[in-house]
């Protein structure tokens, strides 16, 4: 079938296949995705099967089933299949990566400043335990050209850098950054590159092996619709041997032993693993539509709800109206009441039914719109409209 991008009334009965309450007008899906109703079935056939027969879930089936949802994920991105392991989310991933650079004292890890918060965290707590210390890479408040960003992070390099580490598309400002020239130019320089993905898996197509830097986190419990708890590690085969999981398990399902370090992350102790498990059926779900569908619905919504905020507030966002620079995703900038940015989304929440990102920077208020498949331009419509009652 061929999707009409525009055309709200065919996309209206799609969001049948998620399990939103009736009247919620959910713009966040880039905080919480929500897994497909096909994803969570499945998963509770894995958690059945887990229940009734744990010694043959666990331990006579579990780990082909698991390699081979790993291999789908790992040909979905682009990577090896040896290049790639599960983990919950990002931030374990960005945790193992943190454990696994041998960072000494001295060393500096540049960040932009567009980092999200949790994983500025991991950075400075690594920092300080071994006396290295965080650089950030200072954005200009409005982009006009990705060169901006790529020589933000070079000034930011000194020949103490260990380390690059930047998002694919950033959380708050919901901005794609140049990651294959920020890569080369980075590792031109001798330093390593550390992407942090959350955002990019089903709105970007990915070429991991390609795009060649040494670690790649990200989630599939966004953009993919998988259950939450379903992330993965990319890492180069030039740094895998440094590469350990955070918390020390058997490494494979007894009595088989883990050789490798991928094998090191199949088994990392009894957990839910239908979250992996259910990865195929959420993929094959979004195939259905097709991944160029996906990303053109996606931004074209992100784009009507940017035209949208803007001719009512009159004041556009920070980066150009390019698909280049942003996707599914478009953070606005709005007049800020006074009150406070918790009390503004949790009126959107109550007095609207809305939910959406809002957060300020130096007094100056920002809202982050996140489309998905569910969504239709009446849900931006009645944003638009509930940010007139309360601030126009
Ligand atoms: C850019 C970015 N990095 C990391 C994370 C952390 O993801 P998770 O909570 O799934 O580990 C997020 C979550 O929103 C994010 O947006």
Not at 119 to 130: A, L
Not at 199 to 223: R, S
Not at 300 to 310: F, N
């Amino acid at each position: 079938m061929t999707w009409p991008l525009e055309d709200d009334a065919a996309w209206r009965p799609v969001r049948q296949h998620w399990s939103l309450p009736e009247g919620l007008t959910y713009l966040n899906h880039g905080s919480f995705g929500l897994p497909t109703r096909a994803v969570i079935q499945v998963q509770g056939q894995y958690l059945d099967r887990a229940a009734a027969e744990p010694m043959d879930f666990f331990v006579r089936e579990l780990e082909p089933e698991l390699i081979a949802a790993r291999d789908r994920l790992a040909d979905f991105v682009g990577a090896d299949r040896g290049n790639l392991v599960f983990v919950e989310n990002a931030t374990y991933g960005m945790n193992v990566v943190a454990e696994s650079v041998g960072l000494a004292a001295g060393d500096e890890v540049v960040m932009t400043t567009h980092e999200y918060g949790a994983v500025f965290r991991i950075w400075h707590r690594k920092c300080e335990e071994v006396g290295a210390r965080v650089v950030e890479a200072k954005l200009p408040p409005r982009l006009e050209s990705s060169d901006e960003i790529v020589d933000a992070v070079l000034a930011a390099l000194t020949p103490k850098t260990k380390l690059v580490v930047f998002s694919h598309i950033t959380s708050a400002t919901a901005m794609k950054l140049p990651a294959e020239r920020i890569t080369r130019a980075v590792q031109d320089r001798g330093v390593a590159v550390c992407i942090d993905g959350p955002h990019a898996p089903g709105i970007l197509p990915l070429e991991l092996d390609a795009l060649g830097c040494e670690y790649y986190t990200a989630v599939c419990h966004k953009w993919l619709s998988a259950a939450h708890g379903t992330g993965f590690l990319y890492v180069h085969p030039q740094v895998q041997a440094t590469v350990r999981p955070s918390l020390l398990s058997w490494g494979r399902v007894q009595p088989a032993v883990p050789e490798t370090w991928q094998d090191e992350f199949t088994w990392t102790g009894t957990r839910d693993m239908a979250t992996y498990l259910s990865l195929p059926a959420a993929l094959d779900f979004l195939a259905e539509f097709g991944w160029e569908t996906l990303r053109r619905r996606t931004h074209y919504l992100a784009r009507y709800a940017r035209e949208s905020i803007a001719n009512l507030t009159g004041h556009d966002a920070l980066i150009p109206d390019e698909e280049d620079w942003y996707g599914a995703m478009i953070t606005m900038p709005l007049r800020n009441d006074g009150r406070p940015w918790v009390e503004f989304r949790d009126t959107l929440r109550s007095r609207f039914q809305i939910e959406a990102l809002v957060y300020d920077v130096n007094e100056q208020r920002f809202i982050r719109t996140s489309c998905y498949l569910y969504n239709t331009k009446d849900d931006v419509d009645h944003l638009v409209e509930a940010l007139r009652v309360l601030l126009y």
